[in-house]
């Protein structure tokens, strides 16, 4: 069969279906992700599942491969453009079901750092893992983390470094909290290439997450914690 491309994806039973997104995602098919969201949701599906089984579950294999070095960034960009076609669709629908939320996170990038693809990566799995995400954008002064960590409501703060250079504001940004009594309000988790897990302690932060999917598991982890606390 020659048009063996052509895949119709309203055929397709729903696991298959879901697997066939998992590969759109993979190749960063926007449409095709924004068609299966629409056709699950066509067939009952809750959003929350389509969220976390469709795009969730794809993103992951789009992580690890990343982390794995098979995925390269312009390939994980065009799969998080998908996801972000995807997430379009089910953002309201999520607010209007009141799906469980995990938390809330402000992230940015630190003054004198323009990287973003890192930042912008654990964005997208947070969203995806039902987080709310605030991005507050690169090159950020400590202002700008107060201000967004001012408008409330927030769970976890997370700081992105790519360059030696500028993994030391981490600690600037941390000493103001301290400074201003906030400190242990929130959970701090710092990423970026150069950091290491001794560098995330010497600066005082909660934790340093090496990848978005750690980023995801590490959030997830001190969520339950909070959780814990408060009904203990």
């Not at 980023?215 to 997830?220: I, R």
Request: proline share 3%.
């Amino acid at each position: 069969m020659s048009d063996e491309e052509d895949i119709i994806l309203s055929e397709l039973p729903d696991d298959e279906l879901v697997l066939q997104m998992h590969d759109d995602l993979y190749d960063g098919l926007k449409e095709e992700i924004e068609e299966g969201v629409n056709i699950l949701l066509g067939r009952g599906w809750q959003p929350y599942e389509v969220l976390t089984n469709a795009l969730v579950g794809g993103m992951t294999i789009v992580g690890k491969d990343f982390r794995d070095g098979i995925l390269f960034v312009p390939e994980v960009l065009l799969a998080a453009n998908a996801m972000k076609g995807g997430m379009a669709i089910l953002k309201p629908l999520l607010a209007e079901t009141g799906a469980p939320r995990m938390g809330t996170m402000v992230i940015g990038t630190v003054k004198g750092d323009i990287h973003d693809i890192g930042k912008n990566l654990v964005g997208m799995m947070m969203e995806g893992a039902g987080f709310e995400v605030r991005d507050i954008g690169i090159n950020n002064a400590v202002d700008a983390y107060m201000e967004a960590l001012d408008a409330g409501d927030v769970d976890i703060l997370g700081m992105s470094a790519l360059l030696t250079t500028t993994m030391p504001y981490m600690k600037v940004v941390i000493d103001a909290m301290i400074e201003k009594g906030v400190r242990d309000d929130y959970t701090i988790l710092v990423g970026g290439a150069p950091l290491n897990e001794e560098f995330g302690k010497a600066i005082g932060a909660d934790a340093y997450c090496r990848d978005a999917a750690v980023a995801v598991d590490t959030a997830k982890e001190f969520m339950a914690r909070k959780h814990n606390q408060v009904a203990g």
